[in-house]
């Protein structure tokens, strides 16, 4: 079995720019290896397996999280052939459970019949957890302990994972 992806990081489907020319030689490695794997989310040969991906979750390492190992493996190459500069040996390919795409397309169907609250909760916050193991909501104190709107979002998730969690009302 492989490692899964790492909870509690965020990913990124392409690097952040380096703040001024300070970045060390492995972060800017690291950074260029995470943008061309990032550029393959949008390959419709990958999308369907293309969880997240994670520069600097281990200093100079990028984590690419797929949901399938092997496809993984193939879209690395794939990076690599459009852009040859990148080091291959920086990056982790880790399992995760849902993509990226599967997250993204539940979440506003979800919200397309929802708007800004499910089941007369507010959502504060949804989307896809850091670890793509599903999807989660931040609402009220009331909503994350409301068994009417767990059962609701049983219903309409189709069997994908979900957590909810009290969160705080966005300021502005």
């Known amino acids: 079995m492989s490692a899964s992806c790492p909870e509690g990081v965020h990913g ?7 703040a001024g020319s300070g970045a060390s030689d492995d972060t800017a490695q690291a950074q260029a290896l ?5 550029d393959e989310e ?6 369907d397996i ?17 949901t399938d190992v092997a496809r993984g493996r193939l879209l ?18 880790l399992a995760c459970r849902y993509s990226e795409r599967t997250l993204q397309t539940a979440v506003r169907r979800l919200m397309a ?13 949804i989307g896809p957890a850091t670890d793509h193991s599903g999807i989660q909501l ?17 219903s309409q998730l189709g069997g ?12 502005g």
Not at 42 to 47: E, R
Request: with cysteine; glycine share 8%; charged share 10%.
């Open 138 to 154: 931040q609402t009220s104190q009331a909503g994350s302990a409301s068994a009417a709107l767990h059962r609701y979002l049983t």
């Open 76 to 93: 690395a190459r794939a990076a690599k052939r459009a852009h040859p500069a990148v080091d291959l040996n920086r990056l982790d390919i």
């Open 12 to 18: 990124q489907s392409a690097a952040s720019p380096s």
């Open 34 to 38: 995470a943008q061309a794997v990032g």
């Open 50 to 66: 293309f969880g997240t991906v994670i520069d600097g979750y281990t200093p100079g390492r990028v984590a690419l999280c797929v």
């Open 42 to 47: 949008f390959n419709a040969a990958y999308s």
């Open 113 to 125: 019949h929802s708007g800004p609250t499910i089941a007369g909760f507010p959502v504060y916050q």
């Open 160 to 171: 994908i994972a979900f957590t909810v969690v009290k969160g705080e009302q966005a300021v």
